[in-house]
């Protein structure tokens, strides 16, 4: 190995970094009564909706924030906040384009989404293909290449409770 190779491994490692980043999102929202449940831009059928400043749909926020992180570009509270009126009911889906055209304006685009739903209740099956349709669509790629999951947390915690719903999310981008 001598000396060539630990030049010729940071070379390597630049590469790598320069052309892929990973990025992480979180959200939660707590339920409550009177208001609409809106998941990866699906109306989903729900005694409860999510409370929060726009639509407050979780996934798309988990997933928003993902793609900020991987641009290193903060979150969606810089980018939206929720003290600007103009948010104020927002389509996350149309937050969703915004995001996307931050991808494009830096030569990027997303390689895969892999995000999960943490809710008690309602059953989300039924609904994951068009929120993944959804996504893919204003992403502008595959749609195999988002993944959505969704779980219970067994009773525990205030999702468990029923109280709130939270999801995550991983990206990469290219």
Not at 15 to 23: A, D, L
Not at 82 to 89: A, P
Not at 141 to 147: F, P, Y
């Amino acid at each position: 190995m001598g000396r060539y190779w630990p030049t010729k491994l940071v070379l390597n490692i630049r590469w790598c970094i320069s052309i892929f980043k990973i990025g992480i999102g979180y959200d939660t929202h707590r339920l409550v009564e009177g208001r609409a449940l809106i998941l990866g831009g699906v109306l989903v059928p729900f005694s409860k909706g999510l409370l929060g400043h726009s639509d407050a749909d979780v996934l798309l926020h988990a997933i928003m924030d993902s793609i900020l992180g991987a641009l290193a570009l903060g979150d969606i509270g810089k980018h939206f906040p929720d003290t600007d009126e103009e948010y104020k009911g927002a389509s996350s889906i149309n937050l969703l384009k915004s995001v996307a055209g931050q991808l494009k304006t830096r030569g990027c685009r997303v390689v895969n989404i892999d995000a999960v739903i943490i809710a008690q209740e309602p059953k989300l099956g039924p609904y994951m293909a068009q929120m993944k349709k959804n996504i893919s669509e204003v992403l502008e790629i595959d749609e195999g290449c988002v993944n959505i999951k969704a779980t219970t947390e067994e009773g525990l915690g205030f999702t468990g409770a029923g109280l709130g719903m939270s999801a995550q999310s991983v990206c990469l981008i290219q």
